[in-house]
């Protein structure tokens, strides 16, 4: 369950302050693939990483299974951050020393888990990923969709009931783009866990069941997919971002 | 073309500039030690330099005994009347203890005795108080002894001597150039005067000798050579000073060390440095080199970012050093006559050395610079390193530091390799532990980075592949710490194995007893002999000599004479507790006795290989005459006895290694009998304060054995405190590097740690990570610094053998090598400590930011 009620989170940037939410409420009870639309600037970013536990709000409360993210000191961040949830970037944020499986077990090395359980575990998701046999390469000798895949991995390593996906396809190509937004559907259903993710691609949109649509820092409105093609959620779409 | 290189350097060094600050800072410390002491040292030799023109006055040519004995009053008579001649005058020195009437404190001055008249016209005295001497019961103070004992023209003093003691009236006090710790403090009185002192009647230590104006000092000496007696030799007054000018030569030589070690601490950290930086800037550099960039300008543009910061740093270092220097002296300006003069030459040696340190930390980034392709650079963010580099650098590495080890194995003679060590073994082994580090880091990596790992509660994984992601820079900033750290191994090992697996093992007798150098009289030789409480005697007489085959020392730094000590050959033997190591003791006895034979010490078997059954040939009075080595010996207590009295004088020109003759020989070959040392051997409940006590109512100088070990322990404990500040800076100039590293680092890797932090890794995490590595950074430094640092102590060790045949066993310490570990790898943290504090107070998502 998420739950976001008038958030506030303001940046300085240079001398001036921006406010990137503007007191946003939004509330996802159910798990689910959902899309956050937005144009450059609107503040998806910045709610994802309110949700990630990667910043923290001005006002207001970020409910997370009914924690409240505001509330958490450093430590319980790093821990929620660790187990709670998991993030998809758009740049792979992988390792670079590191292989594909050292970077999908890398959460559960810096966690403690027993070695059996990382391997056990690591081997599970290289399966259901779909990149065993690529598991012992670096990311320069991975493609951009396999990259992806491996972050998806390290996202899901200790099965967060909330996934997080920022612009994941930004930089891969149509064919990859495509198998990504169908691959993070299926997890979704297959682990009943949430999947967020910021796109402004109606094309990505389409395969998630409820968008958000933020604008100027705030909510302007959800819609459900339900069978819409890309033209219909992007209409949808333009109509509540104006 | 040239504006360009000059942009992409300037860019270089102002894109990040607060690592340039950093660079030039560390460029800047080495210059300041540097200059620092070449300006001091210069300042030094002016000072001498300037002053013994004053001390050996006017004349021009001097006559002395050649084998240190004295020059009969009739030879001076004799060349007043040779015609080339327009003054000469003889002096007769002798130590002396005196009080002044009436107070306590005694204290020990040289009595010089001359003929007042003609010695001033020779060496003219400015009398500040009172009147030159004119009768034998006057003295002449210099100032400072007039000041020290608070004497004034008419107090009497009272030297304190065998028998009753005699009084002076002071009768001026005059002016003398000083030159400190260099000189004797002085008092003039007449010759006969001087005479009774030292119950020499008629000897002289010099006779100074004024020519006619037009004369040449060489071709007089030429001509009128012949026309002395053998065991005479006339030198320049030019010459005079030489002895001095060769002690200060040796500064010289250590100012070359030390350049070279300042400037690799500062080059080392350069490298590391722009190398650091060119790696992060390698796109940037394909973008150049796809807009048209040559590789030559990407090149040049290091090197020119070299030197850069070498000038910076150098003409920020420079005048810090000559302020520090001249606050030096300024706080010592008394003792400094000759004024404020930083050396030029090692002044310029010392810049030189920064900006040849700014060229060389230029260079291999410039290779990197110039070798990256276009494309590969635009893609490579963790290309693995080429096992050819790894290679290479593990075989020039290890070619570098066998040069100097492989250098003493050839033929050639101690004092080339020395010199060739100096200047170039020296720098070339520094290389070579630098590039070693690299396959080190490599080794580390694999071996040390899981044990830190675990320590550090760190992914075992992460440690290890991150260091050799990019092995060269973490190498070579490894490598920067090497220098710190091997002087200090070197010097400790080199102390203590000296201290303790040589010097503490020499047998010495119980006591030696001197006058300060001067010769002892022989009724002071009968006084001694009666003194309660001592058992045995013997009287040496010692001089320099100069041996054909074999010679120690350095030409220039240290002489290469060596020392004949001739004595009662039983007498000697029977208390000298000698080790016999070639020959039998009874026929050497009966050889030396039959004359022209003599032993030899230990040193000389050892360095060259001569033996019982050789011969030595020595350079006599009655020319070079060849003297049988009959037998080996170890006794180099003795050596040690005669090195310490002469720490400060003549025997300073001796070298440690000794040849041991009889007096006869001594007589009749060097025309030398006079008594210089006694050696005493106390009873078994005798009172050693009370014959301290006799011996110095005889005016004579007692230092007991256990006095010189202590001597010898506080000399040796204060050279290493020396070389370890200098380590100590070397360390800080090479944390600096240390420092630059983990910033560009960490600003490198901003976004890779906003990832770990983005999965769940503590802020604590990345602190350990960062640590982690700059342990194992540091350790290869460690390893490095100590490996570099066994081989200088095994060098010095072949270089102790080859030049002063002292062999001693190497002792590794384990525990310097520890303490020394761990301040390498703790100021390696502490330098690291800010970039950290920054990096653990820095959010997720700006850390995340820092990719976009």
């Not at chain 2, 005994?65 to 004295?70: A, V």
């Not at chain 2, 004992?149 to 009084?167: Q, T």
């Not at chain 2, 080059?267 to 790696?279: C, D, E, K, Q, W």
């Not at chain 2, 005889?698 to 256990?706: A, I, N």
């Amino acid at each position: 369950m998420i739950r976001l009620a008038q958030v506030v989170k303001r940046y300085l940037q240079g001398d001036a302050v921006v406010e990137a939410l503007r007191g946003i409420d939004l509330r996802i009870d159910e798990p689910g693939y959902y899309a956050v639309m937005g144009r450059s600037g609107s503040g998806k970013s910045t709610l994802l990483h309110l949700l990630a536990g990667l910043d923290q709000p001005d006002s207001g409360l970020v409910l997370v299974d009914d924690v409240d993210l505001a509330k958490l000191n450093e430590t319980k961040l790093t821990e929620y951050r660790r187990r709670g949830v998991g993030v998809v970037f758009q740049q792979f944020n992988l390792i670079p020393t590191l292989t594909a499986r050292q970077n999908i077990a890398l959460p559960g090395v810096i966690d403690g888990r027993p070695r059996k359980w990382i391997d056990e575990r690591t081997d599970e998701l290289l399966d259901a990923l779909g990149i065993t046999d690529r598991a012992t390469h670096r990311p320069e000798a991975l493609s951009g969709g396999e990259q992806q895949r491996v972050a998806i991995g390290r996202a899901l390593l200790f099965e967060p009931t909330l996934l997080l996906a920022d612009e994941p396809t930004g930089n891969l190509d149509a064919s990859n783009a495509e198998q990504l937004w169908s691959l993070l559907g299926d997890v979704a259903k297959e682990h009943a866990i949430t999947v967020l993710m910021v796109t402004h691609e109606p094309a990505a949109a389409a395969h998630c069941e409820r968008v958000y649509v933020i604008g100027d820092g705030l909510l302007r409105g959800d819609f459900e997919v339900n069978g819409l093609d890309t033209g219909g959620v992007a209409s949808r779409y333009r109509d509540l971002d104006g | 073309m040239t504006r360009a290189v000059w942009h992409l350097a300037i860019e270089t060094l102002t894109g990040r500039r607060g690592r340039t600050a950093l660079l030039v800072i560390a460029v800047a410390l080495a210059t300041v030690l540097t200059v620092a002491v070449a300006a001091l040292i210069g300042t030094l030799r002016q000072s001498v330099s300037s002053s013994i023109g004053f001390v050996a006055g006017l004349s021009d040519v001097a006559i002395v005994h050649r084998f240190d004995g004295y020059v009969k009053y009739p030879t001076l008579e004799t060349v007043r009347e040779w015609e080339e001649v327009e003054t000469a005058v003889g002096r007769h020195g002798h130590t002396a203890t005196i009080r002044v009437s009436g107070r306590t404190k005694p204290y020990v001055l040289f009595m010089q005795g001359v003929e007042p008249e003609v010695e001033q016209r020779v060496k003219p005295r400015h009398f500040l108080e009172g009147r030159n001497i004119e009768s034998d019961d006057e003295v002449a103070l210099e100032q400072r002894v007039a000041e020290k004992l608070k004497a004034n023209v008419g107090d009497e003093i009272d030297i304190i001597r065998f028998g009753d003691p005699l009084s002076l009236k002071i009768v001026g006090v005059f002016e003398r150039e000083s030159l400190d710790i260099l000189q004797r403090r002085l008092a003039l009185v007449t010759l006969n005067r001087a005479y009774d002192l030292s119950g020499y009647e008629g000897a002289l230590k010099t006779i100074e000798i004024k020519l006619t104006d037009g004369v040449d000092a060489a071709s007089f000496i030429e001509d009128r050579q012949g026309d002395l007696p053998p065991e005479y030799s006339m030198k320049t007054s030019a010459s005079a000073g030489a002895g001095v000018q060769r002690g200060l030569k040796i500064t010289d030589l250590l100012m070359v060390i030390l350049i070279e070690i300042a400037s690799f601490s500062a080059g080392f950290s350069i490298v590391a440095s722009l190398t650091t930086n060119v790696m992060q800037r390698l796109r940037e550099m394909a973008i150049l080199r796809c807009i048209g960039a040559a590789r030559w300008q990407l090149a040049a543009s290091q090197v020119v970012a070299g030197l850069v910061v070498a000038v910076m740093g150098a003409a920020v270092g420079a005048p810090i050093g000559l302020a520090g220097a001249y606050w030096v002296y300024w706080r010592n300006s008394e003792n400094l006559p000759g004024g404020f003069d930083p050396n030029p030459r090692i002044l310029t040696l010392a810049v030189i050395g920064s900006v040849v340190a700014g060229l060389l930390g230029g260079l291999y980034p410039a290779v990197v610079a110039a070798t990256a392709r276009p494309m590969q650079a635009m893609t490579a963010r963790a290309k693995r390193p080429k096992w050819r580099a790894f290679a290479v650098c593990t075989l020039i590495g290890l070619l570098l530091v066998s040069a100097a080890p492989l250098a003493t194995t050839l033929d050639v003679d101690g004092e080339s390799v020395v010199w060739w060590w100096v200047y170039c073994g020296l720098p070339l082994t520094f290389l070579g532990w630098f590039m070693l580090s690299i396959p080190l880091l490599w080794v580390l990596s694999h071996s040390a980075a899981p044990i830190v790992s675990a320590c550090l509660g760190l992914p075992r994984a992460l440690l290890g592949q991150t260091l050799r992601a990019t092995p060269f820079r973490y190498a070579l900033t490894g490598g920067a710490l090497t220098i710190g750290l091997a002087l200090l191994v070197t010097i400790w090992m080199v102390g203590r194995s000296f201290m303790g697996g040589w010097f503490n093992n020499l047998k010495m007798p119980d006591a030696f007893v001197h006058i300060n150098n001067d010769l002892i009289s022989r009724q002071k030789v009968d006084a001694v002999a009666d003194i309660e409480g001592v058992e045995h005697m013997c009287p040496v007489v010692l001089f320099p000599v100069n041996a054909k085959e074999a010679k120690f020392g350095l030409k220039d730094i240290h002489p290469t004479a060596t020392m004949f000590v001739s004595s009662d050959v039983h007498s000697f033997f029977d208390m000298t507790d000698i080790d016999w190591h070639q020959g039998d003791e009874a026929k050497a006895r009966e050889r030396l006795k039959q004359g022209r034979a003599v032993v030899v010490s230990k040193e000389y078997y050892e360095a060259f290989g001569l033996g019982e059954g050789g011969t030595i040939t020595l350079d006599t009075n009655l020319g070079p005459v060849a003297f049988d080595v009959v037998g080996v010996i170890g006794s180099r207590g003795l050596d040690v006895g005669v090195s310490f009295f002469g720490l400060r004088d003549k025997y300073s020109q001796a070298s440690v290694s000794c040849l041991f003759g009889t007096r006869q020989d001594a007589e009749r070959y060097f025309a030398s009998t006079n008594t210089r040392l006694i050696l005493l051997g106390f009873a078994e409940d005798a009172d050693e304060a009370a014959i301290h006590k006799q011996i110095q109512a005889l005016g004579m100088r007692m230092h007991t054995s256990t006095k010189i070990r202590t001597y010898a322990h506080k000399w040796m404990e204060r050279l290493m405190s020396v070389a370890s500040t200098v380590a100590f800076w070397s360390m800080v100039i090479a944390c600096i590097g240390v420092a630059n590293l983990i910033i560009a680092e960490i600003a490198a890797r901003r976004h890779e740690f906003g990832v770990l932090r983005a999965i769940g890794g503590s802020s604590f995490l990345l602190a350990r990570l960062v640590a982690g590595q700059t342990i194992v950074i540091a350790g290869v430094g460690c390893v490095t610094g100590t490996a570099l640092g066994l081989e200088m102590a095994l060098m010095e060790k072949w270089i102790h053998l080859r030049l002063a045949g002292i062999v001693w066993s190497a002792t590794i310490p384990w525990d310097v090598i520890a303490y020394g570990c761990l301040a390498v790898i703790g100021s390696a943290l502490l330098a690291a400590a800010p970039a950290l504090w920054r990096l653990v107070r820095t959010q997720p998502r700006e850390l995340l930011a820092a990719a976009t």
